[in-house]
């Protein structure tokens, strides 16, 4: 680092900011190397306690039962399972219910990372109360939100009416769907960034400043860095909310095959129809997706980690 | 040196006893939580499962029974209820909720419960009136203030010029009635399988939403004021007067009736010992004061003199038809509400309009 | 003296950028969060105080609290250790299939309610996998409260380990392994070293995972059997409201269940100024 300092000033900017970017890296790599345990003595040393809890607790409230839901769909012969599983009608719920998730994700993305910056470099008047309502989403039951969304956004409702001049129809349209969407998965972007940004050491940003960089460059090429994998946990985990959500969307779409109907309001409709065997097979072919979209986004960041680092 | 040891005997225990206290927080509010129920023969407990709606109507009349009850035994009665979908709760019994008595909807999710083993055949017979029906109900249409589209019969839905909100019969068992209803009204008064199907088309194309149930049916049409028509069931549409929710309706002459079964789950109350109790509250909601209690929450009486008591609110209906007409439910559901049934044709012939 | 950036010719240009971004964030929050917020606490006291506080006091409404509230006592704390543990093993370690035990814990995120519930019918119910084994030993799962603590546990179990991870990774092992040269034992280390620099992860995993641990619908009205005064949470009290025409009701309980959870942001932001108010007096010594 020392050097660093002394390095005259006609260098440009940019090899410097890279410099502290490496820096920055290096730092994490260390990190991470020392993490890396030496090949423990004994074998039974693995089996620690945190190690059991784990597993032991994943099993018994994750695991257990999405097996039970696994085998029953196993019940059915491979050629009935397809069937069930790609009906048309089948077919285009995995269509809209990805897809809409994705663009809800997409939006939690860029207004939550904006949020959680606001939230914690910013004060302004009633900062506190906006960062107490952002978990609401979670707190609240979705038929309540479902209720209201779809009030507020309906032709006559405060939302709604001034959109309704403009074309913009968004209850009981697909519109109306990722709006839901985006509702009940805002705190989890805004809240997988604040605690990063927060704990963010002010140092390095200062650093930056004192060899000339711009606000902006500082914010892009420094700042933001470090907090992608946040923005990244934060954004898949909103895009698998997203997916699974059913009781504010049943409220708020007009759930017609084709148009707005989504993957999990089919599994209801199968259930209620007593074909369990439908609605076992879709619900696994969801739960396989999401697992392997999970799966994609993590590796990415390990991947990232790995070789950027 | 021995503090070490003390400092490291000591953050041993204490991870222990605060694993300790977590464990024993969560198994004692488990095992206060799931305590079961006194066995003793001067109380007894019963569970009713019953779909949403009928809840106003049951909560006035099982003070009734208990009073009653403990005059005539001396025991006292303590009733569970549960209100919920009719589908949900069908599901929820035959999964192992154990419900004494069930008051479904529709008697398709009876027989469900039947078929599943814990209800015995010939549950219909059980009751006063050899059916097993406690309450009725008929499929009404509400309009706008004033009716501006001008619609009279279930045939004015298929204009077009008529928008229409109903209940989706693949999520809500209860919209099925709507379904046979508009089926009806073309079979029953001379038209063919054929013209039928073309006619309930039609009216199903005019829907721009299919709500999951009665309930969001009717806040789609009031709250969300979607449609110009409203296909609901004439007790939804009563209760959702009482709460302040004005709207014309009508009762259409070519009608359905809308049969609410009622039953005494076998499996369950042998299980736990309430058969007699559980048999006399069902006796119980076919006298008078039951089904005037009924008739004031907006169900159609099924005995003579409670029906004329309520004769203004209940209009009568010439042309009424049954499930019966069309082969029961047991013939009706599969034909057509399964899977590639007739349904699903009419859903697929109109998104390929 | 604190270090500034150089382009304070361009200061004014910098306010406007903040005051629009600050703008630009809550209109977005007005749109999807605050006015629908507005909405429910509107028609909370739609038909008056009166009967907000009615309803607030009526049996069924003090039954359904009290059962959330046991329910959150019981999956917060089984959830926090979870975490705790599983994101000690995920940052603190290298091993194969590290990644894939990640989206395994992530998963109940995308397990819609319906599914869950058809999850847990599937294994606990009558007709279930665990059935005879249920039977013989007389337990009940399903249609009792062990249900519903489930259903609770299953929807809320990653928020804690999400939270901590990104921190521990973060903050390094220099300091715990400082620790460690110097004697301390697993626990101290845990308790004193690291359980402070991760804080702020853990009380945001804790309140999210409280959050929804008291909204969660759609799996509990599966598994629970529903009964008024007995076995309904304050969100199946809601649905329940909601369902007979009773939307003020519908609406107080929403109330109220925002306000829990604004609750727990209230005792946030209580420690958040301890702590500051602490570093400040340190950093006069």
Redesign the interface.
Known sequence: MGEFLTTPKPILLDVRLNYLQNYLQTMTVANTQSTIPPAPKKNWQRFSLPWGITITYLSIILLLPVSALVLRAATLTPGEFWRLATDPVALSTYNITFGTAFVAAAINCMAGTATAWVLVRYDFPFKRVLDAVIDLPFAMPTAVAGITLTTIYSEQGWIGALLAPLGLRVAFTRLGVAVAMVFISVPFVVRSVQPVLQELDHSIEEAAWSLGASHWETTWRVVLPPLIPAILTGTTQAFARAVGEYGSVVLIAANIPYQDLIAPILVFQRLEQNDMAGATAIATVLLVISLVLLLMVNLLQAWRQRYEG | MWLDNWNQWKGKSLKSWIWLFLVAVSLSSVISACSGYGGSSSKKELTFVSYAVTRSAYKKIIPLFVEQWREKTGQTVTFGQSYGGSGSQTRAVIDGLEADIVALALSADTLQIQNAGLIKPGWEKKTPNGDGIVHRSVGVIVTRQGNPKNIKTWNDLARDDVSVVTANPKTSGGARWNYMTLWGNVTQTGGTEKQAQDFVTKVYSNARVLPRDGREATDAFFVQKQGDALINYENEVILAQQQGQNLPYLVPDINISIDSPIAVVDSYVDQRGTREVAEAFVQFLFTPQAQREFAKAGFRPVIPEIAAEFADTYPQISTLFTIQNFGGWNQVTPQFFGDGGIFDNTQANITRR | M??????TQ?HQG?EWG?VA??A???I??A???????L??FI?AFSRGISPFFATLTSFDFTQAVRLTA?AV??AV??NV??G???A??I????FRG???L???????????????G??????Y?????L?NILQFLDI?I?????GI??AT??GG??FVA??VI??L??????EE?AAKTL?A????TF?RVTLPSIR??LF?GV??TT??A??E??AI??VS????G?SQT??LY???A??????QS??A??VV??A???A???IK?FFERRTRIKNEESLEE
């Open positions: 604190r270090v500034k950036p150089k382009s361009f910098r903040k971004l600050i630009a964030v809550v977005y929050l749109l999807v969060l605050l006015l629908p917020t909405y429910v028609g046991l006592g019981v704390p089984l250790v979870f705790l543990c599983a000690w093993v940052a603190r370690r290298r590290r990644t894939l990640l989206s395994i814990i992530d998963l109940p995120f995308s397990i819609s309610p319906i599914v869950a058809l999850m847990l019918v599937s294994l119910g009558r007709n279930g996998l059935s009940k399903i249609f009792s409260f062990p603590a489930l546990m299953m179990m990653p999400r939270e990104p921190i990774e973060e903050v390094g092992t220099q392994e004697g034992g697993e626990w101290q308790w702020w992860g945001y309140v999210l959050a929804r008291m909204g619908y759609g009205a599966v059997s529903n009964l008024i007995r304050l969100t809601v649905e329940e909601y369902r007979n025409y009773d939307s519908a609406f309980a929403a269940l925002a829990l959870a604004g727990t942001l209230v932001e």
